[in-house]
């Protein structure tokens, strides 16, 4: 079981960046392949960026590919968001979820097993 809770979020100025943060718990987290998942009101859930389970392997979304980056530390149980450019189309709520059985190129919700509660980002015009 792994419990996922992000942060990081808030109110942020068109062009701007913002940092989110994913904490995990359990012992197995290094060996979990992350995602980030974004969902704009009325719209579905959708994916932004995944990372393998060590770290060197990363794929994005076309939308979001050359400002943000996703990364991770293992040692502190952490998968980060950096996000920068950021303009009005990317405001959401962000959530993190973890994969037992996904890899770097796992796109799909039912590809992850666990889902933090969400942080919401807002980026004003």
């Known amino acids: 079981q792994v419990q996922l809770v992000e942060s990081g979020g808030g109110l942020v100025q068109a062009g701007g960046s913002l940092r989110l943060s994913c904490s995990a718990s359990?012992?197995?987290?290094?060996?979990?392949?992350m995602g980030w998942f974004r969902q704009a009101p009325g719209k579905e859930r959708e994916f932004v960026a995944a990372i393998s389970w060590s770290g060197k392997s990363t794929y994005y979304a076309d939308s979001v590919k050359g400002r943000f980056t996703v990364s991770r530390d293992n040692a502190k149980n952490t998968v980060y968001l950096q996000m920068n450019s950021l303009n009005p189309e990317d405001t959401a709520v962000y959530y993190c979820?973890?994969?037992?059985?996904?890899?770097?190129?796992?796109?799909?919700?039912?590809?992850?097993?666990?889902w933090g509660q969400g942080t919401q980002v807002t980026v004003s015009s």
């Open positions: 979820a973890a994969g037992r059985s996904a890899y770097y190129r796992s796109t799909l919700m039912y590809e992850y097993d666990f």
């Open positions: 359990g012992r197995t987290f290094s060996s979990y392949a």
